[in-house]
Antibody, heavy 119, light 110 residues
Framework: EVQLVESGGALVQPGGSLRLSCAAFGFTFSDHYMDWVRQAPGKGLEWVARIRNKAESYTTEYAASVRGRFTISRDDSEYSLYLQMNSLKTEDTAVYFC??????????WGEGTHVSVSS | QAVVTQEPSLTVSPGGTVTLTCGSISGAVTSGHYPYWFQQKPGQAPRTLIYDTNNKHSWTPARFSGSLLGGKAALTLSGAQPEDEAEYYCSLCYSGLRPVFGGGTKLTVL
């Protein structure tokens, strides 16, 4: 059974850093592109970042709102996806979901981890 | 200004049919925008229903279908059930296949 489990969410002050993790189970992680998507409280979904697989040289893409502050990475040996978030702003407050690309993008989603940026 | 537009809310009667649409301010939506449709219930993660305009996942109920209609992507629900009450999001891909989500449609089954 495919499962994605996010962790690492926390309360952090503006300007601070946080690293989110997404553990993958039930599929060959290295084969798949992976994404991070976030949802601010009471708001809609916002795509954050994508990392492709080894065959595509692990290339990455970012939403304009996080480019230069966030870094997506992966460790295929650990079946894990990461999101390093630096220079956090209050507007980064959201639930962060990881999602797998399989049959199209976002075929499986995790349950999310909460990030709150506040002083 | 939202790039991807959706109806803020719609209501459908149980057993009825409703069509949700997903438009682009830059012009007509085509299959090249790779339209996706997602269902999200309160407190839950999104679930992908439709990918690449009209493809269903194994978990997508048969009563949901995707299409292109009048220059927009469309999600049609035929035979609405109470459990279909949810927020529905679409996404379209622009440059570099970067997805942009719509603001969501709150569907009420009443």
């Amino acid at each position: 059974e495919v499962q994605l489990v996010e962790s690492g969410g926390a309360l952090v002050q503006p300007g601070g850093s946080l690293r989110l993790s997404c553990a993958a189970f039930g599929f060959t992680f290295s084969d798949h592109y992976m994404d991070w998507v976030r949802q601010a409280p009471g708001k809609g979904l916002e795509w954050v970042a994508r990392i492709r697989n080894k065959a595509e040289s692990y290339t990455t893409e970012y939403a304009a709102s996080v480019r230069g502050r966030f870094t997506i990475s992966r460790d295929d040996s650990e079946y894990s996806l990461y999101l390093q978030m630096n220079s956090l702003k209050t507007e980064d407050t959201a639930v962060y979901f990881c999602a797998r690309a399989g049959s199209g993008f976002f075929d499986y989603w995790g349950e999310g981890t909460h990030v709150s940026v506040s002083s | 200004q939202a790039v991807v537009t959706q109806e803020p809310s719609l209501t459908v009667s149980p057993g009825g049919t409703v069509t949700l649409t997903c438009g682009s301010i830059s012009g007509a939506v085509t299959s090249g925008h790779y339209p996706y449709w997602f269902q999200q219930k309160p407190g839950q993660a999104p679930r992908t229903l439709i990918y690449d305009t009209n493809n269903k996942h194994s978990w997508t109920p048969a009563r949901f279908s995707g299409s292109l209609l009048g220059g927009k992507a469309a999600l049609t629900l035929s035979g609405a059930q109470p459990e279909d009450e949810a927020e529905y999001y679409c996404s379209l891909c622009y440059s570099g296949l970067r997805p942009v989500f719509g603001g969501g449609t709150k569907l009420t089954v009443l």
